[in-house]
Nanobody
């Protein structure tokens, strides 16, 4: 059973920083892309940042220059360092990982997206 374990959310004043972590315990799988999404109250979930297995990153325009996504592959962990936080960054942040598992003795693999339960980030003005 693949699970994503998130941590690091909380409340911070505008201009402050937070670091989110998302770990995937276990080793019987291969992790491809990992990313962070967020959903503010009354809005749709949106991509914040993602990182490929090879380390290529992508950010939503509003996060460029303020947020940094990184991953520690041996630890199956992805991080989101958030700085210069704004009230409009307030949202539930979700980790997503595309994970590949072996499904039979011949070594056939399937991949699917797994989501964490979300961690609340609140930025006060």
């Amino acid at each position: 059973q693949v699970q994503l374990v998130e941590s690091g959310g909380g409340m911070v004043q505008a201009g402050g920083s937070l670091r989110l972590s998302c770990a995937v315990p276990g080793s019987s799988f291969r992790i491809n892309d990992m990313g962070w999404y967020r959903q503010a109250q009354g809005k749709e979930r949106e991509l914040v940042a993602r990182i490929t297995r090879g380390g290529t990153t992508e950010y939503v325009e509003s996060a460029k220059g303020r947020f940094t996504i990184s991953r520690d592959s041996p630890k199956n962990t992805v991080y989101l360092q958030m700085t210069s936080l704004k009230p409009e960054d307030t949202a539930v942040y979700y980790c997503k990982a595309n994970i590949e598992i072996v499904v039979n003795v011949e070594g056939a693999r399937i991949s699917r997206d797994y989501w964490g339960e979300g961690t609340l980030v609140t930025v006060s003005s």
